[in-house]
C-alpha cells in the first residue's frame, strides 16, 4: 500500500524558513515524479513545485519560484521541500503527491497534509 | 499559464440523482485533464484521468468525457458518500492548475 507522510510544519514568521519532508513507502520511490500541492484555509488546491523521479528536473509555479526548492533523497525514500522567505500568502496545509505515471502528472497519492501557517 | 474553469461552483442534489460538473480550459489541453474528490479535513482523492479513465478502486458512477477545452464529470446516481468538493486539473503543461472547484451538496 502506497503511504506518504508529511511532516515539518508549523507557525513561522514572514520572512522566515521551513523545511517540509515527505517520506514514502509502499512502491519504488525512484521511479516516479513527486509534487508539493497546497491549499489555503478554505481556498481550492495549487500546486506547487514537481521534481522527476531521478531528481534531475524540477519545476515551480511561478508563487514561489527563486523562494522554494524542491529535492529528494532517493535512498532515504524522501521529498523535500525548502521554503524560504515565506509570506502569510503562503500559509496552507501542504500535501505531497505522487505521480500516477513516470510521464504524466496526476496526483495518484496524496499525504494527510501538514499545516504551515506564516504570521507574526 | 492554463486558466480552468469550473461550474457551477455549487449544486445541491439529492440521493439518486444524475449530476455534471463542467471544466473549461482556457486552451486546448488535448485529453490531459483529471478529476478528484475532496472531503472536508482530507486530501484530495483522484477519480477519473486521462479525461475518461476511471482510477483503480472508484465505483462506475463516475464517468468523465470530453476533450480540447470542454470537460465533464459525471455521477449518474448520486450516493451519500459523493456529497464533497470536486476539482479539474490539466496535466497538459507546467504550472499544473486546478479548477477553482464544485462543492455538490444535499439538497
Known amino acids: 500500500e502506497v503511504q506518504l507522510l508529511e511532516s515539518g510544519g508549523g507557525l513561522v514568521q514572514p520572512g522566515g524558513s521551513l523545511r517540509l519532508s515527505c517520506g514514502a513507502s509502499?512502491?519504488?520511490?525512484?521511479?516516479?515524479?513527486m509534487n508539493w500541492v497546497r491549499q489555503a484555509p478554505g481556498k481550492g488546491l495549487e500546486w506547487v513545485s514537481g521534481?522527476?523521479?531521478?531528481?534531475?528536473?524540477?519545476n515551480y509555479a511561478d508563487s514561489v519560484k527563486g523562494r522554494f526548492t524542491i529535492s529528494r533523497d532517493n535512498s532515504k525514500n524522501t521529498l523535500y521541500l525548502q521554503m524560504n522567505s515565506l509570506r502569510v500568502e503562503d500559509t496552507a496545509v501542504y500535501y505531497c503527491?505522487?505521480?500516477?505515471?513516470?510521464?504524466?502528472?496526476?496526483?495518484?497519492?496524496w499525504g494527510q497534509g501538514t499545516l504551515v501557517t506564516v504570521s507574526s | 499559464d492554463i486558466q480552468m474553469a469550473q461550474s457551477p461552483s455549487s449544486v445541491s442534489a439529492s440521493v439518486g440523482d444524475r449530476v455534471t460538473i463542467t471544466c473549461r480550459a482556457s486552451?486546448?489541453?488535448?485529453?490531459?485533464l483529471a478529476w478528484y474528490q475532496q472531503k472536508p479535513g482530507k486530501a484530495p482523492n483522484l477519480l477519473i484521468y486521462?479525461?475518461?479513465s476511471l482510477q483503480s478502486g472508484v465505483p462506475s458512477r463516475f464517468s468523465g468525457s470530453g476533450s480540447g477545452t470542454d470537460f465533464t464529470l459525471t455521477i449518474s446516481s448520486l450516493q451519500p458518500g459523493d456529497f464533497a468538493t470536486y476539482y479539474c486539473?490539466?496535466?497538459?503543461?507546467?504550472?499544473?492548475?486546478f479548477g477553482q472547484g464544485t462543492k455538490l451538496e444535499i439538497k
Open positions: 486521462a479525461t475518461s
Open positions: 503527491a505522487k505521480d500516477k505515471t513516470s510521464t504524466v502528472t496526476y496526483f495518484e497519492c
Open positions: 486539473q490539466q496535466a497538459n503543461s507546467f504550472p499544473y492548475t
Open positions: 509502499g512502491f519504488t520511490f525512484s521511479s516516479y515524479g
Open positions: 521534481i522527476s523521479g531521478s531528481g534531475g528536473k524540477t
Open positions: 486552451q486546448a489541453i488535448s485529453n490531459w
